[in-house]
């Protein structure tokens, strides 16, 4: 059977430092400040955004229940200062011959607006690789693809293919949770440990990004 890769895009095809995290907790906190004059100094927003994360897998989730601020306008304000931050990313080295490598397909499903998927693409080196095959929540006008599968259905169509046809790799548990329901294969990459161990969603697990490639070839034959 003819296998696709659905590549997540932050911190899959390329690493989130610390630093870089921090900065978006940051950026979430002053979205939410700034543009909804949420009443919170910056560091209990801040605060807020790291909790509302372990909480719902979700930054943004804490101030659109808290303060009654539709999600879809606290997406837009974060992803308006997200943007600044691409520079920031350090891409990987020959990232695109080692995707080239690999005998299967390939899309790009994220979390991120799709301007701030096109912008890190380019930052990375991968746009033209996967141009016309990259695809954003906002696709399907929803903000999350951890919170039900029907966002992986309707990327599976768009794309025209069977979700058994498809090896879906996140970083994010959370994600690949609701990809299993109807039928992907998942891959967790993880970079210290492998906190999501015993998790029956997850296929294979790989620390970092050349050992996923190596485990695509070797288990999945890509
Ligand atoms: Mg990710």
């Known amino acids: 059977m003819q296998k696709n890769i659905i590549w997540d895009l932050d911190n899959t095809l390329y690493f989130e430092t610390e630093e870089y995290k921090n900065k978006l907790n940051e950026v979430t906190a002053l979205a939410a400040i700034k543009d909804f004059n ?3 100094d910056f560091a209990t927003a801040t605060q807020k955004v790291k909790e509302s994360y372990m909480t719902y897998r979700d930054g943004l989730e804490f101030f659109a229940r808290e303060y009654k601020i539709p999600h879809q306008k606290l997406y837009t ?12 990313i350090e891409p990987y080295p ?8 690999l005998n299967c397909q390939q899309y790009v499903f994220s979390t991120s607006s799709k ?17 016309d095959r990259f695809y954003s929540v906002e696709d399907f006008n929803t ?55 015993g998790m029956t969603f997850i296929d294979s697990a790989y620390k970092g990004i050349d050992e996923c490639i190596k485990g695509l070839k070797e288990t999945y034959g890509c």
Do not use: W
Not at 77 to 88: F, Q
Not at 94 to 101: A, G, I, P, T, V
Not at 116 to 128: A, D, R, S, T, V
């Open 77 to 88: 304000a974060y992803h308006n200062y997200k943007s600044e931050l691409v520079d920031m």
């Open 38 to 40: 949420i009443p919170l």
């Open 115 to 131: 301007d701030i998927c096109e912008k890190i693409l380019k930052h990375i080196g991968l746009y033209n690789f996967f141009k």
């Open 94 to 101: 020959n990232l695109l011959e080692k995707l080239q490598s």
């Open 143 to 197: 903000y999350k693809k951890n919170e039900s599968s029907n966002v992986y259905q309707k990327l599976c169509q768009t794309i025209g293919i069977s979700p058994h046809e498809c090896i879906f790799v996140d970083d994010s548990y959370s994600n690949l949770d609701f990809a299993k329901q109807i039928g992907m294969t998942t891959i967790r990459i993880y970079y210290r440990n492998n906190s999501a161990k």
